[in-house]
């Protein structure tokens, strides 16, 4: 399969498909990616482990130098000390100004070497080749950021890649757990664009946690067509990748309550899109709405209810860190019908209090 992601003036392939990483090397050549100049591949020591020995021969065997770095897997990756130690390593290697830097990996890796290439002599070519579910999300977009101590992302840039190429054979080496986490942006992408692609993520929810790869090429192509669809309307319709936050002001609280690791951001996330299609019912979207949204994550494996310990005043607290809070009332993407979202900016405190009551 492939996807052109078109943003503003600049356009860039997706490819996806099982085994396209013996591809890499014509896919490359063919986007204009130097032979004559050396490339720094990024990947993490998980998956140096599994898929780094096949894409080195392939890219050796296609006439590009490349020199590796790999960093300790985990977000602790996505930091400026890291980010400088990859660019003493771009130096070291003699990256010129025609150099790619090649990320092999997760969106940990893909945000660090993305923000190495935005920065690396004001900008260099970037490829993503993601071995995650949720990567896919990454992968459309451009942006590219570490983390301050202080803050998530908060020191990034947009930075487009020449190509993404989704070899649907890495996949199959995620641990289960991932494989669900991922999936819930997959779902969020139906939740707010798309109800037939939700009535397909029902039907083969089970496919795509056994990592079937005809399911997962689908789910991913269309994860990406919607991302990709969203942020070009964006560009025009001011505000309207906000959408893209379903589930996520809930999710974010959870994730900083629970500490973080204890839940992964998919799962903090599907459990903030059941908790959002609740306040969509109880604002007059249709009842099943809540029923499809809490069927379908859960039939991919991933947690629906609240952890119990969790305190719903711990969870309201880290939600009001959240900007977007006003007196009494927040702003949240609302679900209106399947396949359909609102962002709806006087939802009352109360309300949301409740809710998360309930899902527990
Ligand atoms: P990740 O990159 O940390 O990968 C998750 C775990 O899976 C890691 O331990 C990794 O080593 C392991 N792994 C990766 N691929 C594997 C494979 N094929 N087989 C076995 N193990 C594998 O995390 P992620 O969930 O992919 O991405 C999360 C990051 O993405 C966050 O930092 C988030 O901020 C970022 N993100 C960015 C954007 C964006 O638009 N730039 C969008 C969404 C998320
Ligand atoms: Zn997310």
């Not at 602790?76 to 980010?83: A, D, H, N, P, T």
């Not at 973080?260 to 007059?284: C, D, F, P, Q, T």
Request: proline letters at 4%; hydrophobic letters at 45%; aromatic letters at 4%.
């Amino acid at each position: 399969r492939e996807l052109i992601v078109e943003l503003g003036e600049r356009s860039y392939p997706i490819y996806i498909g099982e085994g396209i990483l013996h591809e890499a090397g014509e896919l490359l050549a063919a986007r204009g990616i130097s032979k004559k100049s050396p490339m720094l591949i990024v990947t993490d020591e998980s998956i140096a482990k599994l898929h780094l020995p096949l894409l080195e021969k392939v890219l050796q065997e296609a006439g590009f130098t490349a020199v590796t770095a790999i960093v300790p897997p985990g977000e602790s990756s996505k930091s400026l000390k890291v980010f400088e130690e990859l660019v003493t390593k771009a130096l070291q290697a003699g990256l010129d100004r025609k150099s790619a830097i090649v990320a092999l990996g997760g969106g940990v890796v893909g945000d660090l070497a993305g923000y190495v290439a935005a920065s690396y002599m004001r900008g260099i070519k970037f490829v993503q080749i993601p071995t995650t579910i949720l990567a896919h999300d990454s992968s459309v977009g451009g942006k590219v950021a570490v983390n301050h101590p202080l803050a998530k992302n908060i020191i990034g840039a947009f930075h487009q890649p020449e190509l993404v190429l989704y070899d649907l054979s890495t996949l199959q080496t995620l641990p289960p757990r991932e494989v669900a986490a991922g999936l819930a942006e997959v779902v969020k992408h139906g939740l707010i664009w798309d109800e037939a692609f939700v009535a397909w993520c029902d039907e083969n929810a089970e496919r795509l946690v056994q990592l079937d790869s005809d399911a997962l090429g689908y789910a991913l192509y269309k994860g990406c067509s919607v991302k990709a669809a969203v942020v070009s309307k964006d560009e025009r319709e001011n505000d309207l990748r906000a959408i893209l936050n379903l589930g996520h002001t809930i999710g974010h609280a959870l994730e900083a309550v629970a500490g973080y690791g204890e839940l992964l951001h998919g799962e903090a996330i599907s459990i903030g899109m059941v908790g959002s299609a609740r306040i969509g019912v109880r604002l007059g979207a249709p009842e099943e709405i809540y029923a499809v949204t809490k069927r379908v994550l859960s039939r991919v494996g991933l947690p629906v209810r609240l952890p119990e310990h969790l305190d719903t005043d711990a969870i309201m607290e880290a939600m009001m860190h959240d900007k977007k809070f006003q007196e009494g009332t927040m702003t949240f993407i609302v679900p209106t019908s399947i396949g359909q979202v609102e962002i709806n900016s006087s939802v009352s405190k109360a309300l949301v209090r409740e809710i998360v009551e309930e899902l527990k």
